[in-house]
């Protein structure tokens, strides 16, 4: 049997990268020090995260951090599309995104939302749609294409229990760190030109093609790397501590009630 992952890890996840935006605020004055230590912080919790999940959750949450930083690099002080408090990358983005992640996973893989999926599915639209609707009156036209964007993800994405956790950590991290001053998106696209919002109020579904990378991305490397270690004659992992989806089956235990923990 299958033991869903326990609501307390993407409350845990999704506190400290709160945490973090709250002590970097922009009426903190806090500086790059502060920025950097946080940085450091932010990849242990993300080491230690990393235990809680499987393999392939690994795998997923580190192929996000490496596709994350480059977008991050090209986006934010290359093209301005938004601006960091430094006009940097912030030491804690990269892993930040890794946790993003594995909160998003933890969310949509828990007892509720599993048992749920298809009214939070339509939840998550009517909700989005009406915040979208609102974002174009007021010119967020990229956020209006990004909840597109989600809306095809909830249809024929890979995992949508995925996306629908996303969209709540995305949208709540979204709107705390644009109102605390982390970061500022610009008005307008500078390439294309299209209104943008502060944020860009389809924000998920954005950030839903780093979901999508790693869900199609992270088995393909994971089989690759267990290629290389039976090669070089390396134990290869036990097959049936990884499912499909990347939850963990439950240790058998002869005191195990079989409660969800």
């Known amino acids: 049997?299958?033991?869903?992952?326990?609501?307390?890890?993407?409350?845990?996840?999704?506190?400290?990268?709160?945490?973090?935006?709250?002590?970097?605020?922009?009426?903190?004055?806090?500086?790059?020090?502060?920025?950097?230590?946080?940085?450091?912080?932010?990849?242990?919790v993300l080491l230690i995260a990393l235990h809680w999940f499987t393999p392939l959750v690994r795998t997923q949450a580190l192929v996000v951090v490496a596709f994350a930083a480059v977008i991050e690099l090209v986006f934010s002080p290359t093209l301005e599309v938004y601006l960091y408090r430094f006009e940097n990358v912030p030491a804690y983005v990269p892993p930040g995104h890794g946790l993003v992640y594995l909160s998003a996973w933890a969310l949509g893989h828990t007892a509720f939302v599993r048992r749920h999926l298809t009214s939070l599915s339509y939840a998550v639209v009517i909700l989005g749609g009406?915040?979208?609707?609102?974002?174009?009156?007021?010119?967020?036209?990229?956020?209006?294409?990004?909840?597109?964007?989600?809306?095809?993800?909830?249809?024929?994405?890979?995992?949508?229990?995925?996306?629908?956790?996303?969209?709540?950590?995305?949208?709540?991290?979204?709107?705390?760190g644009t109102g605390l001053g982390n970061w500022v998106w610009q008005s307008h696209d500078p390439i294309l030109g299209i209104g943008i919002g502060n944020p860009p109020t389809g924000a998920a579904g954005g950030y839903g093609w780093f979901d999508l990378v790693a869900l199609l991305v992270a088995p393909w490397l994971l089989t690759r790397l267990r290629r290389l270690r039976t090669r070089f004659g390396a134990n290869q992992p036990d097959p049936a501590r990884i499912s499909p989806e990347g939850a963990r089956p439950q240790d058998p235990s002869p005191t195990s009630t079989g409660a969800v923990t």
């Open 1 to 44: 049997m299958l033991r869903p992952p326990a609501l307390s890890h993407p409350v845990l996840l999704m506190g400290w990268l709160s945490l973090v935006l709250c002590l970097d605020r922009d009426a903190g004055g806090g500086g790059i020090w502060l920025q950097r230590g946080l940085g450091i912080a932010t990849w242990g």
């Open 130 to 176: 009406l915040w979208a609707g609102w974002g174009l009156r007021g010119g967020d036209v990229l956020g209006t294409f990004w909840f597109v964007c989600l809306v095809g993800f909830l249809l024929w994405g890979p995992s949508r229990g995925v996306y629908v956790g996303a969209f709540v950590v995305v949208s709540h991290l979204e709107l705390l």
